[in-house]
């Protein structure tokens, strides 16, 4: 009879470390979800009008969505507040990947500009700095100027963020 109760109880501490382990397995997994962990834009605004933007985009790669880099939309087209048509220069200047020059194409899109930064990445952290020059951004009232291109991102498959400006 001892022999049962013993074993009774070696079976339910095993339960429970198999419960434990797959508990914490799924607290590892949960932790390392792929996302964007920050954005920022540092703008740099010039007398002529033409900004310099450096947007810094980091993320957690997993393999799963961002696993051949990630790109960035930019609406270059749109109606103005009086319904005008209005489009606005784009141009990369750079694009780094952890500090290195990071391989990148150019797309239409049907309101812009799409800047595809593919290349094979390994998971793990990684800073994109996306640095590129645009003009016809800004705007004007008797009260305020506005940056119409500092939008929220839309950043490939991922919600739309609001950058951090500085």
Avoid: W
Avoid at 118 to 125: Q, R
Avoid at 126 to 138: I, M, P, V
Avoid at 142 to 157: D, E, F, L, V
């Amino acid at each position: 009879m001892m022999g049962f109760r013993m074993l009774g109880r070696t079976i339910k501490h095993l339960g429970y470390l198999l419960l434990l382990l797959l508990l914490s397995t799924v607290l590892v997994l949960g932790s390392t979800r792929e996302r964007i962990v920050d954005f920022h834009s540092q703008i740099q605004v010039f007398e002529d009008g033409h900004l310099i933007v450096i947007e810094t985009i980091k993320v957690i790669a997993t393999g799963d969505a961002i696993k051949r880099g990630i790109y960035r939309d930019f609406p270059t087209r749109y109606r103005n507040s009086v319904g005008k048509n209005i489009r606005v220069g784009f141009e990369v200047v750079s694009v780094l990947r952890n500090g290195q020059p990071e391989a990148y194409h150019i797309e239409s899109v049907s309101n812009g500009t799409r800047v595809c930064m593919v290349i094979v990445i390994p998971p793990g952290p990684h800073t994109y700095a996306l640095t590129y020059r645009t003009d016809r951004q800004l705007g004007f009232s008797k009260t305020t100027t506005n940056c119409i291109g500092t939008s929220p991102a839309t950043i490939g498959s991922f919600p739309s963020i609001g950058p951090g400006r500085r």
